[in-house]
C-alpha cells in the first residue's frame, strides 16, 4: 500500500499530484514498452541496471559515462525508474507555481533527456493544451530525445500537435531558435564544473552560462532551473541566483526577497531546498521502487525562476504586505522537535533565516514551500544554535 494522502493547503508549492499527473504517470509503463521495446533478458536485469545507475548519479558521480543516455542498458533503467520520479517531482513542482505561458510562446529546454519537462508540463497545464507553442529540447542523446517524442505522442495524442515539438543535439543550434520566451534546465548545472572558472576569465561556471541564456531570449523572459535537492547543487543555484540578481533578473520562486541568500549551503549551515511526501504516486511506481531496493519516503528536489520585463510570460501571484510590521516567509524544511515540548521548521524570508516555532500538535501545520504571511518584531529573539529569528506560528 502506498502512504496515506495528505491534504493541499492554501500558499503551497508542491500541491497534492492532480488527477492528470496522476493518471499520466499510471500511463508509463504502457508508453515505455511501446517506445522502448525490451527483451527478457534486459527486463531481468533492469532492477540491477537502476541501482548501477543510481550510484554513478549519486556517490560515483565522477565515474558516471558522460553518455549513459546513450547505452541502451542505462537508457532502459532512466526511462523506468528516474524518469518517471522527475515527472512526478516537476510535476508537484509546477501545480505550485500559479504561472501561464502566453500562445505561441518558444520554450527551450536544455538537458531535456526524454523531454521530462514537456510531458510534465503537458499534464499539470491542460488549460494550455489547445494553444499553440514552439518547445524545442536540447540534449547529447539522440535515443534519449527519440523515446521522449514517442511517448509525448503516445500520451498527448492528437491533441499534442498545437506544440510544436522539436528536438536537438547540439546546444549551438539554439542560436536558430532565439529569440524565446522561457529556458528550462532540469538536471543540467549539475554537470558543471562548479564555481570553477573558465579560462582566461574570472567569471564562473554559473555567470557564463547565464550570460549565454541572456542571449537567447527576449527581454520579457524567464528561467526556470529545477535540480536535485542536494547540497552541492544548492549552492550552483545560489551563484546562479546571484549573477541573475547581478544583471537585472528577479527571484520569483522559491525566494521572497533580492537579499543575501539565507541558506547557501555553507559546510556547516543547511541549504535552500524542499521535501514533500510521494502518498500520491501510481502504486506501479511505488512497487517498482520497492522493488529496485530504491523506494523513497520524501521526494526531494531545489529550483530557482528568475523572471525578466515587464511583461513577462510567467506570472506569479504571492499574498500582498500591507507595511513593514508583515513580511512574506517561504517555509524550508519539514518540522522537527525542539525543548518545552515545542516544534519549529525553518523559513527563509526578507530578514534572513526564520525559525518558526510553535507547541507540539498533531496537526501537520505548515509544509516545505509554503508561503506564509508573519509579524516581524523588533523583541524577536534568535535561536543560538541556527542564529535564525524566531517567530511564533499559529498555522
Not at 542498458?73 to 526511462?79: I, M
Request: hydrophobic residues 35%; proline residues 8%.
Amino acid at each position: 500500500m502506498s502512504p496515506a494522502p495528505g491534504k493541499s493547503r492554501p500558499g503551497d508549492l508542491f500541491p497534492d499530484a492532480s488527477d492528470e499527473l496522476v493518471a499520466g504517470l499510471a500511463k508509463m509503463p504502457d508508453l515505455l514498452s511501446k517506445a522502448l521495446p525490451l527483451r527478457d533478458k534486459h527486463r531481468r536485469a533492469l532492477a540491477s541496471g537502476v541501482r548501477r545507475l543510481s550510484t554513478f548519479l549519486t556517490v560515483e558521480r565522477d565515474n558516471l559515462p558522460p553518455d549513459y543516455m546513450n547505452r541502451p542498458e542505462y537508457l532502459s533503467a532512466y526511462l523506468h525508474y528516474f524518469f518517471p520520479w522527475n515527472i512526478y517531482r516537476q510535476g508537484r513542482l509546477l501545480q505550485g507555481l500559479d504561472f501561464s505561458l502566453k500562445p505561441d510562446s518558444t520554450i527551450l529546454d536544455f538537458g531535456s533527456g526524454p523531454l521530462t519537462f514537456l510531458q510534465a508540463l503537458w499534464l499539470t497545464r491542460p488549460h494550455m493544451r489547445k494553444n499553440s507553442y514552439k518547445y524545442i529540447g536540447f540534449d547529447r542523446s539522440d535515443p534519449g530525445l527519440k523515446v521522449g517524442r514517442k511517448i509525448f505522442e503516445g500520451l498527448a495524442g492528437t491533441e499534442g500537435k498545437s506544440w510544436k515539438v522539436h528536438t536537438e543535439r547540439q546546444l549551438g543550434d539554439a542560436r536558430k531558435s532565439a529569440p524565446a520566451d522561457f529556458i528550462v534546465a532540469g538536471n543540467f548545472i549539475n554537470e558543471l564544473n562548479p564555481a570553477r572558472s573558465a579560462k582566461d576569465t574570472e567569471q564562473t561556471s554559473e555567470e557564463i552560462l547565464l550570460q549565454r541564456w541572456d542571449a537567447l531570449l527576449k527581454e520579457d523572459a524567464a528561467i526556470l532551473v529545477v535540480e536535485p535537492g542536494t547540497r552541492s547543487s544548492s549552492k550552483q543555484l545560489v551563484r546562479l541566483r546571484e549573477a541573475a540578481l547581478g544583471k537585472g533578473w528577479q527571484v520569483a520562486s522559491p525566494c521572497t526577497h533580492a537579499s543575501e541568500c539565507a541558506m547557501p549551503g555553507s559546510r556547516s549551515g543547511s541549504w535552500c531546498h524542499f521535501n514533500f511526501q510521494p502518498y500520491d504516486i501510481p502504486e506501479w511506481l511505488f512497487k517498482f521502487s520497492r522493488k529496485v531496493k530504491l523506494p523513497k519516503e520524501r521526494a526531494s528536489l531545489s529550483f530557482l525562476l528568475l523572471v525578466r520585463g515587464k511583461d513577462c510570460p510567467v506570472k506569479i501571484i504571492t499574498p500582498p504586505t500591507r507595511d513593514n510590521s508583515e513580511g512574506l516567509v517561504r517555509v524550508i524544511s519539514e518540522t522537527f522537535d525542539l525543548p518545552d515540548f515545542k516544534q519549529g521548521r525553518y523559513g527563509c524570508g526578507q530578514k534572513g533565516l526564520v525559525l518558526l516555532q510553535n507547541d507540539k500538535t498533531p496537526h501537520p501545520g505548515p509544509q516545505p514551500g509554503e508561503l506564509l504571511t508573519v509579524k516581524w518584531s523588533a523583541k524577536s529573539e534568535k535561536d543560538p544554535k541556527s542564529g535564525a529569528i524566531i517567530i511564533p506560528s499559529t498555522q
